[in-house]
């Protein structure tokens, strides 16, 4: 069974750094391309940030650009996102997607919330 | 202009069918492009239902029904989701999305009300 769990959510205050982790099992996680999409609260879904199979190509939204760093761990079958210089609007739920290329397999998310 | 645009919201009555629009915007062509659709119900995590580009390239997601399908306008720059024989257990929020310069575009979203 594809699981994907996150981790590392919190509370943070605004221009503080946060490390999210998505563990996967139950697939050969080597073999996909994984992404990251957040959810403010009562919003829509927004892409954060998409990593190829082998790590080398790797994508980020504007909103994100030069603050996230997404980055993968195929020997733990780990995922995660630095997050850095952290706003208010980066407070959301944010969950790990497997892509096959559609977004198949989502974790159950975690919160990160931004506040002083 | 935002990429994709969705109606904030549908209603519809059991039994009947609904039609979710996803317009992209002008200059960005939509037969172009596959249109993926997503379901998410209140509290729980995004579903993948389905994708379509044309009716020789297009997927059912794994256990969604066939009353789910896709298509697209092409005079209206559209993807649409369509969903016949509607049930109670339909009410969610439902999203457009497409691989679009190097990124994941999702739409802000249809919240499909069935009364």
């Known amino acids: 069974e594809v699981q994907l769990v996150e981790s590392g959510g919190g509370l943070v205050q605004p221009g503080g750094s946060l490390r999210l982790s998505c563990a996967a099992s139950g697939f050969t996680f080597s073999s996909y391309e994984m992404n990251w999409v957040r959810q403010a609260p009562g919003k829509g879904l927004e892409w954060v940030s998409y990593i190829s199979s082998g790590g080398s190509t790797i994508y980020y939204a504007d909103s994100v650009k030069g603050r996230f760093t997404i980055s993968r761990d195929n020997a733990k079958n780990s995922l995660y996102l630095q997050m850095n210089s952290l706003r208010a609007e980066d407070t959301a739920v944010y969950y790990c997607?497997?892509?096959?290329?559609?977004?198949?397999?989502w974790g159950q998310g975690t919160l990160v919330t931004v506040s002083s | 202009q935002p990429v994709l645009t969705q109606p904030t919201s549908l209603s519809a009555s059991p039994g009947a069918s609904a039609r979710f629009t996803c317009t992209l915007r002008?200059?960005?062509?939509?037969?172009?492009?596959?249109i993926y659709w997503y379901q998410q119900k209140p509290g729980s995590l995004p579903r993948y239902l389905l994708k379509y580009k044309s009716d020789s390239d297009k997927q059912q997601g794994s256990g969604v029904p066939s009353r789910f399908s896709g298509s697209k306008d092409a005079s209206t720059n559209a993807g649409l989701l369509l969903i016949s024989g509607l049930q109670s257990e339909d009410e969610a929020d439902y999203y457009c999305a497409i691989w679009y310069s190097s990124t994941w575009v999702f739409g802000g979203g249809t919240k499909l009300t069935v009364l």
């Open positions: 002008s200059g960005i062509n939509v037969g172009t492009y596959r």
């Open positions: 997607a497997r892509e096959t290329p559609q977004l198949d397999y």
